[in-house]
C-alpha cells in the first residue's frame, strides 16, 4: 500500500538559503531510492517560515529503509544542526480499511 510522509520544518528566514541546497540534496538521494514515487517541497503561503515536504513512497518498508539510509541520515544530521532539533515525521496512506 503507498503510503505519503509529511515533514513540516519551521525554516527561519536567515537560514532558508542555507536550508535549499539540502532540500535538493535530500530529493536527489531519495529519487535514487527503491519504492520512492515522488516529492513536492510547498512554502506556507500565510508562514512563510513554515515548509513541507509531502514525499509518496510505494510501501511503508520503503521509506522504512530509506529513514534508515546512511546517505539520508547525513544529511538530516546537517538539516538538524542547522535548525537546531529534529525533524517529525507523520505517515498516511489512502482510505480506510474494515
Known sequence: MSI???IKRAVPEDK???MIPLFRQMRELAMGQPGYISGETLRN???PLEFMVI???QHSSNWAAWLESPARKQVQAQIDKLLGGETQYDIFHYGFSE
Open 4 to 6: 505519503k510522509v509529511l
Open 16 to 18: 532558508a538559503k542555507a
Open 45 to 47: 503561503l500565510e508562514n
Open 55 to 57: 514525499s509518496n513512497w
